[in-house]
T-cell receptor, first 114, second 118 residues
Framework: AQKITQTQPGMFVQEKEAVTLDCTYD???????LFWYKQPSSGEMIFLIY??????QNATEGRYSLNFQKARKSANLVISASQLGDSAMYFC???????????FGKGTLLTVNP | KAGVTQTPRYLIKTRGQQVTLSCSPI?????VSWYQQTPGQGLQFLFE???????NKGNFPGRFSGRQFSNSRSEMNVSTLELGDSALYLC?????????????????FGQGTRLTVV
């Protein structure tokens, strides 16, 4: 079974600074996808970024980028120029093969300080 | 285009009752997945429907069931509610099959239904 690990229960960052949220995974699937979601206190899960296992380049979406190191089985999220509105829970999720089930990590609570 | 719509947003039920939650996916998406989120267990997969057929199922008791209609809208039902069923129930919408662009595998979530069992 796949396993997703987010080792940082909480992170603090100053406004306008960059922050890296860690995510490692364990799988034997040759084809898989990795996702990052943001969940504000309202509860909605907001899709941020996706990385496919065969993608040659690291994914980027605006201020979000994914540092994908396939050999190390890590998919860290980098948020550049943090904003106060970035304060939320962040979840890393894994999808393997043709299975559309997402397996989530425990999440990291990010707090952006002014 | 419209996002994923879940109704109702909040629900309070009594132990032993049953409840039905609804999810309308993004237009054109044929896969709908359901997740339960609790502080103790985190986000757990319940089941996934594609073209009215259940494709995947998580490790939940038979009290949890679902279905999908021809318009891709999905409902989730929980019978004989227990206190431990109190949770945020999230629905995710996807195209449902691999397409050339990697976007085919993306899952977009609704705002969730917060169920409280008393």
């Amino acid at each position: 079974a796949q396993k997703i690990t987010q080792t940082q229960p909480g992170m603090f960052v100053q406004e306008k600074e960059a922050v890296t949220l860690d995510c490692t995974y364990d799988t034997s699937d040759p084809s898989y996808g990795l996702f990052w979601y943001k969940q504000p206190s309202s509860g909605e899960m907001i899709f941020l970024i996706y990385q496919g296992s065969y993608d040659q380049q690291n994914a980027t979406e605006g201020r979000y980028s994914l540092n994908f190191q396939k050999a190390r089985k890590s998919a860290n999220l980098v948020i550049s120029a943090s904003q106060l509105g970035d304060s939320a829970m962040y979840f890393c999720a894994f999808r393997g093969g043709s299975n559309y089930k997402l397996t989530f990590g425990k999440g990291t609570l990010l707090t952006v300080n002014p | 285009k419209a996002g994923v719509t879940q109704t109702p947003r909040y629900l309070i039920k009594t132990r032993g009752q049953q409840v039905t939650l609804s999810c309308s996916p993004i237009s054109g998406h044929r896969s709908v997945s359901w997740y339960q989120q609790t502080p103790g267990q985190g986000l757990q997969f319940l089941f996934e429907y594609f073209s009215e057929t259940q494709r995947n199922k998580g490790n939940f008791p038979g009290r949890f069931s679902g279905r999908q209609f021809s318009n891709s809208r999905s409902e989730m039902n929980v019978s004989t509610l227990e206190l431990g069923d109190s949770a945020l129930y999230l629905c995710a919408s996807s195209l449902g099959w691999e397409v050339e662009a990697p976007r085919g595998t993306e899952a977009f979530f609704g705002q969730g239904t917060r169920l409280t069992v008393v």
